[in-house]
């Protein structure tokens, strides 16, 4: 009984341990990733995002060791993220139902989170120094399995874009301009902030427009 008790009790504090790495990893990605957007790759400092997270330093490199290997894991939770949108899709999907909800996704992710996609932008204009290998592997593979299914769907009649990663271009592209070029999109509205009609907006216009295109009434 006392054995059961002693193993109970370090099972506990093991999860006990998980759950405060987690939260830790968590609030440091999120304290590098405001960093990285406000001072660029170049001017933040581990000192600065640890000051952001209200954690010590030395927590900082415990969790991610250097700058680098903490400027790339928040890159690529970012991407794992976007990517989610489209995780489930199958030959035997829904075509209308899945790029639905995906553009819709991809707009609640700029609207909510518009410096995941400045600071992805910035990456990538900058030639993706930190991600070259990750999108010429893992990035590329997922759109490739995507585009697959996609094209699948042409063949058999269900969809009309016979070119599935231009659509997958296009998507990206309508949806995170929203994030990307925040201050522009937001002056053109004559605000200074977005509100949330903004989103519902781009959704009515973006949604059936995309849909249309891809051969849906």
């Known amino acids: 009984m006392i054995q059961k008790v002693s ?3 370090h099972q506990a504090a093991h999860r006990s341990q998980q759950d405060i790495r987690a939260r830790n990893q968590a609030l440091i990605l999120s304290a590098a990733e ?3 957007v406000l001072q660029s790759y170049r001017g933040a400092t581990m000192q600065g ?5 209200g954690l010590p330093k030395a927590n900082i490199h415990y969790y991610f060791k250097n700058k680098k290997n903490l400027y790339k894991a928040v890159l690529r939770s970012i991407i794992e993220e976007w990517n989610d949108g489209l995780v489930t899709m199958t030959v035997d999907s829904d075509p209308k139902t899945v790029i639905e909800k995906f553009v819709r996704t991809k707009l609640k992710q700029a609207f909510a989170h518009p410096n995941r996609h400045k600071l992805f932008a910035v990456e990538v204009i900058g ?9 010429s592997s893992t990035m590329k593979d997922w759109a490739l399995d995507k585009t697959q299914v996609m094209k699948a769907w042409y063949e058999q009649g269900k969809i009309g874009i016979d070119d599935p990663l231009q659509l997958l271009i296009l998507i990206w592209a309508t949806t995170q301009r929203y994030a990307e070029f925040e201050t522009e999109v937001v002056g053109l509205l004559g605000k200074r902030t977005y509100d949330a009609e903004d989103e519902v907006r781009a959704a ?4 059936p427009f995309i849909l249309k295109g891809c051969g849906f009434e």
């Open 127 to 135: 030639g993706a120094p930190h991600l070259h290998d990750f999108m």
């Open 34 to 36: 405001e960093e990285f």
């Open 49 to 53: 995002i640890a000051n952001r997270a």
């Open 204 to 207: 009515e216009f973006l949604v």
């Open 7 to 9: 193993k109970s009790a």
